[in-house]
C-alpha cells in the first residue's frame, strides 16, 4: 500500500516569515482602527495629556509591563513629563508617587489585569484621568477608563494564540504614536532632544557647535590688507590650515585656505594681501548649529572642508571648528 509522503517540517524562516505576516496585518488593522473611533479618542488622549499641568504616569504588568516601561522611556525622552509605576509596588506605597493632576496610561490587553485594581481605585478616588490601552472594550480598565483606547482585535504570532506577540506590538505602536504626537504638538526639536541625550553617537551629533568650538586667541584671524607673508605666519601659528579675513568692523569676509596659500605662493609675499587671494563666500556656521549638520556643511563639497568658522547673528567670528574636532566628539 502506498503511503503518502510525509509533510516537509516548516524552517525557521518559514516561521519568521509567518510571525511577520500576521504582525503586518495587526498594524494594518490599527491603522484602520485609527481612521474610525480609535482615532478620535486617540485625539483625545493626545489633547489631555498635552493640556495638563501634571505627569503622566505609565503602568501596566507583565508583558504589557515591558511595553509600558519603553512607552514611558519614549514619553520622557521626547518631552512628556512621565514616570513608569509598577502596580504591584503601587499597593505597598508607592501610590504616594501619584500627585494631584498627574493622568495615569494604563496598559493591559485583557483589560481585566486585577494588579492594576489599587491604582484604578486610587484614580477613581482622587479623581485622576486615567487613559486605557487595551483589546478589550467591556473590561474593567476600559470601563474605569475616562478615555479608553481600545485596539483592534488581533491574532497572536504564537501557534498556540498565548505568547503576547501582536498584541504587545500594538500596544508598542499605539503607545509610540502617542508619543510622537505629543512631540509634534509641543514643537519639540532636535535641541530639546539633544538635550536629553547628552550621551553616545547621539548625544554628539545632537550637540550645538558652541560646545565642540575653539574660541578666542585660537581663531586664526587678521584684516584684509596683510601681506601674505603675515597671513603664512597666522596660519603656521594656529594650526587650522586657514586663516579667516575681516573688515574693519570685525565682519568675516572671507577665507584663506592652505590650497589658496599654494595657487598665490609665485607671486611677491610683500605685496599680494589677503584681500587678493581669499574665497569670499566662505562656509559658515552659527553656535547653535548641531554638530551632524555642521558635519555634513563640511562633507557636502566636492573637496571636504577641514575647518569652518562659526559666527553670530553679525557675522563676526565666534568660534572655529575642525574636522577632528567633531570626530573626536563621537562623529563618524
Known amino acids: 500500500m502506498n503511503r503518502p509522503s510525509p509533510r516537509p517540517a516548516r524552517t525557521a524562516l518559514d516561521s519568521a516569515l509567518q510571525t511577520a505576516a500576521i504582525e503586518r496585518n495587526g498594524l494594518e488593522a490599527l491603522e484602520h482602527a485609527l481612521k474610525g473611533p480609535l482615532g478620535l479618542a486617540f485625539s483625545e488622549a493626545v489633547d489631555c495629556i498635552a493640556g495638563s499641568a501634571g505627569r503622566l504616569i505609565v503602568t501596566g504588568i507583565g508583558k504589557s509591563g515591558h511595553i509600558a516601561r519603553k512607552v514611558q522611556a519614549t514619553l520622557a525622552s521626547t518631552g512628556t513629563r512621565s514616570l513608569f509605576l509598577h502596580p504591584a509596588e503601587a499597593a505597598h506605597g508607592d501610590l504616594g508617587m501619584v500627585a494631584p493632576g498627574d493622568l495615569i496610561l494604563a496598559f493591559s490587553n485583557s483589560g481585566e489585569t486585577t494588579e492594576l485594581a489599587a491604582i484604578l481605585a486610587y484614580a477613581a478616588r482622587q479623581n485622576h484621568c486615567v487613559i486605557a490601552i487595551t483589546a478589550v472594550a467591556t473590561s474593567a480598565l476600559a470601563r474605569a ?6 485596539l483592534p482585535t488581533s491574532t497572536e504570532a504564537c501557534p498556540m494564540g498565548l505568547a503576547p506577540t501582536t498584541s504587545t506590538l500594538l500596544q508598542l505602536a499605539l503607545g509610540d504614536a502617542l508619543a510622537i504626537a505629543l512631540l509634534e504638538k509641543r514643537g519639540f526639536t532636535a535641541r530639546d532632544f539633544g538635550a536629553f ?11 550645538p557647535i558652541s560646545e565642540l568650538m575653539h574660541t578666542g586667541e585660537a581663531l586664526p584671524l587678521g584684516q584684509g590688507s596683510l601681506p601674505l607673508r603675515s597671513v603664512i605666519l597666522e596660519m603656521t601659528r594656529k594650526s587650522f590650515g586657514c586663516m579667516g579675513v575681516l573688515d574693519d568692523n570685525g565682519v568675516l569676509q572671507g577665507l584663506i585656505t592652505d590650497a589658496d596659500l599654494r595657487r598665490a605662493i609665485s607671486g611677491d609675499l610683500d605685496t599680494i594681501t589677503a584681500a587678493d587671494v581669499m574665497n569670499r563666500t566662505p562656509v559658515t556656521a552659527t553656535p547653535l548649529t548641531l554638530a551632524q549638520d555642521v558635519l555634513q556643511l563640511m562633507n557636502q563639497r566636492a573637496r571636504p572642508i577641514t575647518s569652518l568658522f562659526v559666527v553670530d547673528e553679525n557675522r563676526r567670528p565666534a568660534g572655529i571648528v575642525h574636522i577632528h ?3 573626536r566628539s563621537g562623529l563618524s
Open 197 to 207: 541625550h547628552p550621551g553616545g553617537l547621539l548625544g554628539a551629533r545632537l550637540r
Open 325 to 327: 574636532d567633531l570626530l
Open 145 to 150: 477608563a475616562r478615555i479608553p483606547l481600545v
